[in-house]
Structures are given as C-alpha cells and as structure tokens.
Nanobody, 117 residues
Framework: QVQLVESGGGLVQPGGSLRLSCAAS????????MGWYRQAPGKQRVLVAT???????VYVDFVKGRFTISRDNAKNTVYLQMNILKPEDTAVYYC???????????WGQGTQVTVSS
C-alpha cells in the first residue's frame, strides 16, 4: 500500500499563506490521481482539489482562485499552495492517492491548518 506523509500545516493569520506537501512512497506515483481533502471539527471530510497523472486539476468552488494544487513526479510529492486564507479554511488537511486499476485508495495522517488572528 502507498504511504503518504503530509507536512506544512500550522497557524496562520487571515489573509496569509501556507504550502502543504504530501510525500508518497513507492515507484508508481506518476500514475496516481492525487487529491487534497479537509475536515473541519464536527464536519465531514470534503474534497478540496485533485490533480491527475496528466496534470489536469479540479477545485471546489470555495478555494478557486486561492488554492493551487501541483505535483512533482520526480520527488513523489504533491503540493497545495493556499493563499488568502480565511478562518473557515481551518481544518485537518488530508492527502489522498488513488489508482483504481490497482485498487489503490490511500490516505495520509493529516496536517492541521488553523487560520486565526
């Protein structure tokens, strides 16, 4: 199974920026669809953004224009650049790797992002 390790979370003021990273194990990273999800206290985990093996991206409406997902296949890493952060962005952010042909659907342990003054 794929191991995913997120990093980059922390406390930031409203309007600030953070960049999350997710490093994946193994040699098949380039074929995975990678995603970032988040879960706020008392709420369900929801999709934030995805990026396919070919680099196509999808964003949910509440992060469009503020967040950017990218990947570096040479480093087995996916990133989430978060700008103009809002208090409502406060959540645990999770990395996901998916490749249906091999029944891969892996999650990282999550990284806390807190937006507060």
């Amino acid at each position: 199974q794929v191991q995913l390790v997120e990093s980059g979370g922390g406390l930031v003021q409203p309007g600030g920026s953070l960049r999350l990273s997710c490093a994946a194990s193994g040699s098949r990273f380039n074929v995975y669809t990678m995603g970032w999800y988040r879960q706020a206290p008392g709420k369900q985990r929801v999709l934030v953004a995805t990026i396919t093996s070919g680099g196509s991206t999808v964003y949910v409406d509440f992060v469009k224009g503020r967040f950017t997902i990218s990947r570096d296949n040479a480093k087995n890493t996916v990133y989430l650049q978060m700008n103009i952060l809002k208090p409502e962005d406060t959540a645990v952010y999770y990395c996901n790797a998916r490749y249906l042909a091999l029944k891969i659907n892996a999650w990282g342990q999550g990284t806390q992002v807190t937006v507060s003054s």
